[in-house]
């Protein structure tokens, strides 16, 4: 202890010493969300096409509509995090390159009336894949460099 030092209290004995009560709620919230999540999406596709009576052309689309918007969402913020690079930075590139075919697939996708296929969908798998990932690397390292949740 360092000369003129205030003598700390020893850390309370316990099965939760040393943890701040945000890390406790935290935790709990991530457990209990993990295992309601795992208990409703295996029955989410059963439910809104027995009890509510969508078809299955439109299950594929809610759930084709929130992976977009997750990655749209993800390119977004990476496009924000990146602002400041230059433009030759390669997770930028790897964005507007990536983002570009997104956007520019599902454009094409909007316009195919009458001659759209459910596979062509597998044009998009490699642009959503790419920014969901570049995405998520590129807010887990702000997460980081910003002092994480406190």
């Not at 999540?37 to 969508?54: K, Q």
């Amino acid at each position: 202890m360092k000369p003129g030092a205030e003598p700390r209290d020893p850390p309370a004995a316990g099965a939760w010493a040393g943890f701040h009560p945000n890390v406790i709620a935290l935790g709990l919230t991530s457990l209990f969300t993990d295992v309601s999540t795992e208990m409703l999406v295996p029955v989410m596709p059963l439910f809104i096409t027995a009890t509510l009576g969508a078809s299955v052309a439109s299950l594929g689309l809610i759930e084709g509509i929130a992976e977009c918007t997750a990655s749209a969402l993800r390119l977004v913020a990476g496009l924000v995090l990146t602002a400041p690079r230059l433009r030759t930075d390669r997770q930028r590139a790897g964005l507007v390159l990536w983002g570009g075919w997104l956007v520019g697939t599902g454009l094409v996708f909007s316009y195919m009336q009458g001659i759209f296929h459910a596979y062509y969908t597998v044009a998009l798998a490699p642009a959503i894949g790419a920014v969901v990932g570049i995405g998520s690397v590129l807010l887990w390292r702000a997460r980081r460099e910003n002092g994480g949740f406190e």
